[in-house]
Nanobody
Framework: QLVESGGASVQTGGSLRLSCAAPGLIFNSCAVGWFVRAPGHEREFVAAVRLDASKTYYADSVKGRFTISRDNALNTVYLQMNSLKPEDTATYYC?????????????????WGQGTQVTVSS
């Protein structure tokens, strides 16, 4: 079970750092991602990190503002969010892909957290 934290209410231009943690998260996963769901909208991809290749991926809407990173010792993946805008308001979820033997990585986001709310006011 992934646990997100760090969501809060901030003003436009502010910053937040979200955390996604679980026992064994780094060891058992080949990728961890962040997604958002705003009221009336479908779930959307925000950012991901490929743990076995140290590659990062971002949605165009957050490039240059958000940074995904990890702390192996703490089994935690972070999403640093800067220059926040009202349109970033959503529930943020983290998800993980299961790692298998011989470099196998699940095609699906197998594990999900419960979400943390981010509200950006103008």
């Amino acid at each position: 079970q992934l646990v997100e934290s760090g969501g809060a209410s901030v003003q436009t231009g502010g910053s937040l750092r979200l955390s996604c943690a679980a026992p064994g998260l780094i060891f058992n996963s080949c990728a961890v991602g962040w997604f958002v769901r705003a009221p009336g909208h479908e779930r959307e991809f925000v950012a991901a990190v490929r743990l076995d290749a140290s590659k990062t991926y971002y949605a165009d809407s957050v490039k240059g503002r958000f940074t995904i990173s990890r702390d192996n010792a703490l089994n935690t993946v972070y999403l640093q969010m800067n220059s926040l805008k009202p349109e970033d308001t959503a529930t943020y979820y983290c998800a993980a892909k299961t790692k298998g033997g011989k470099g196998w990585c699940s095609d699906n986001w197998d594990s999900w957290g419960q979400g943390t709310q981010v509200t950006v006011s103008s």
